[in-house]
């Protein structure tokens, strides 16, 4: 799915080929807008004779198809059953869009939603979500099947409202940030033969632009720098690894004294090393690059829209796999901050291709550092697949993140740092290990470990495991298994924050 055109037209304008009419849960009398009793008197009240009958019954999710025949300028009308009034959210919006967009996939073209000034959402709210339940719900991961008939795409998205000052262009940007969204999800479901550290490396180079430089160190560079922990977790593979930077300087900054730092971890398969994971599902671990991802494909949506933000972007990309040459048990490296550590655990590779690319954030100016990583197989036992847990060195910028994370619908919830539990990584030979053998706390001793490699200023840690890349469907507008985007909307959010 590429460019959505987005307009803004009062109910009724243009020849769609669906118009989409929310429709609530509960008790039929008013359970239409305005907007709607307006249209379904142009359709001879058949809308509201069908509620009437219990035909209709609004239930988040399910929606009801009718042909017009000639009777309405729409060809057809999906009535889209939002679930209780009092309920709707914004999520809830997005699930009721990506359930029409399921039933328009066969046709496609152009697809007009009715905002609804009886809910208790702002417009621009609905507008948003409708935009992003359409785009998200109607991504398909099955690129790589040769005979998969490709669904008609939803080419234009208006929005049915009278109140739609600046709606427009509010939405075209929303788009803009579904389509990237949809890209980090590609290159997550990208199967690892396809998508080494090199060929991420790639992909990331093919954005750049006027104001997003793209660069990437390969091994030599690496272990020049001092990276050693890096370089241990790339060095079994001969997909050597690489440290993807990007770096996108606005024509125009709000806070010269500020430069957002994000860093990705971008594992392009994760077996585990000489510390093997099982075999039951394995192949999961292709999307152990989400974090890095979400930062690549966030950083060509920020560019795309011009935000006045100094970024900077490192992507730390590895493949962790066994070989002759795998790093092991009891060995011990050294970052490039310096600091010493024991491994304990070669599949706790995640904290230590991190560590190095925190410290190159910093070594490039970042002051405000966020770092996005499918770390810790806990953090998903936690927390499922809906929310990611989120950690933060200094309490104004945990509250920064939350919001956008809120806002965004990339959800977070804030999890504890606390230097009693630092201890768990203390080792006996070196400045610390890099996992714990006690099974307790896992994804906060992680944290507790990347705080050592965070250096001076606001950091941020999101450990997405869970929703980062989904077993199954989530039964809302991710309806994919696979790759969802998680933090491409949180990071651009946070831009847009940050710059106003
Ligand atoms: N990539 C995994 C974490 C993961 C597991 C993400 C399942 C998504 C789904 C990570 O590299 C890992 O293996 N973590 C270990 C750490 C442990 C050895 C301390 C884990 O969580 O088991
Ligand atoms: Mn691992
Ligand atoms: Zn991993």
Excluded: C
């Amino acid at each position: 799915m590429g460019e959505v055109v987005i307009e803004v037209k009062a109910p009724g304008e243009g020849e769609p080929d669906f118009v989409a009419i929310p429709f609530p849960e509960g008790n039929t009398e008013g359970a239409f807008s305005n907007g709607a009793r307006e249209l379904d008197g142009r359709f001879k009240g058949r809308l509201q004779r069908l509620a009437d009958s219990g035909d209709l019954k609004g239930e988040l999710g399910t929606t009801v198809v009718l042909h017009t025949d000639g009777e309405l300028n729409a060809r057809r009308v999906v009535v889209a059953g939002i679930g209780k009034k009092e309920e709707v959210d914004a999520d809830a919006l997005r699930t009721a869009a990506s359930a029409v967009a399921d039933r328009v996939a066969d046709v496609g073209g152009t697809l007009a939603w009715l905002l609804d000034d009886s809910l208790p959402l702002p417009l621009a709210v609905q507008a948003r979500a409708i935009v992003e339940g359409t785009m998200l719900g109607s991504y398909s991961p099955a690129r790589w099947k040769t005979q998969e008939k490709p669904a008609a795409r939803v080419e234009k998205i208006v929005l049915y409202t009278t109140a739609g000052n600046g709606l427009a262009e509010s939405a075209s940007r929303i788009a803009t940030v579904g389509k990237w969204v949809n890209f980090a999800r590609d290159l997550a479901n990208s199967p690892p033969n396809e998508l080494t550290p090199e060929a991420l490396a790639m992909r990331a180079a093919e954005l750049a632009g006027p104001t997003l430089a793209v660069e990437a160190l390969d091994s030599a560079r690496i272990d020049e720098l001092g990276m050693g922990a890096l370089s241990a977790v790339g060095r079994a593979s001969s997909n050597g690894p690489r440290l993807i930077v990007l770096r996108y300087e606005p024509a125009r900054a709000t806070r010269e004294d500020l430069v957002l730092g994000l860093v990705g971890k971008a594992i392009t398969f994760d077996a585990g090393g000489i510390s093997l994971k099982p075999a039951l599902k394995m192949q999961d671990m292709k999307g152990d690059m989400a974090g890095g991802a979400a930062v690549i494909a966030a950083m060509a949506a920020v560019a795309e829209l011009e935000l006045p933000v100094r970024i900077v972007a490192v992507v730390a990309a590895a493949e962790n796999l066994v070989s002759g040459d795998s790093f092991r048990p009891g060995d011990i490296l050294r970052a490039a901050n310096g600091k010493t550590i024991e491994i304990t655990n070669t599949d706790a590779e995640g904290r230590l291709v991190l560590a190095d690319a925190l410290w190159y954030a910093r070594r490039e100016g970042a002051t405000h550092v966020l770092d996005l990583a499918t770390l810790t197989g806990a953090m998903e036992l936690a927390l499922g697949d809906f929310y990611a847990g989120l950690f933060a060195n200094e309490e104004g910028w945990l509250h920064e993140v939350l919001a956008a994370a809120k806002t965004s619908g990339d959800h977070a919830w804030p999890f504890p740092l606390h230097p009693r539990y630092r201890r768990y990584v203390d080792s006996s030979f070196a400045d610390l290990k890099n996992s714990s053998d006690l099974r307790q706390g896992s994804p906060v001793l992680a944290a507790e470990f990347l705080r050592e490699f965070s250096g001076e200023g606001p950091w941020a840690h999101i450990d997405m495991a869970g929703p980062g890349f989904l077993e199954r469907s989530r039964g809302d507008y991710l309806t994919q298994r696979g790759g969802t985007g998680y933090g491409v909307r949180l990071i651009v959010e946070l831009a847009q924050s940050l710059s106003s």
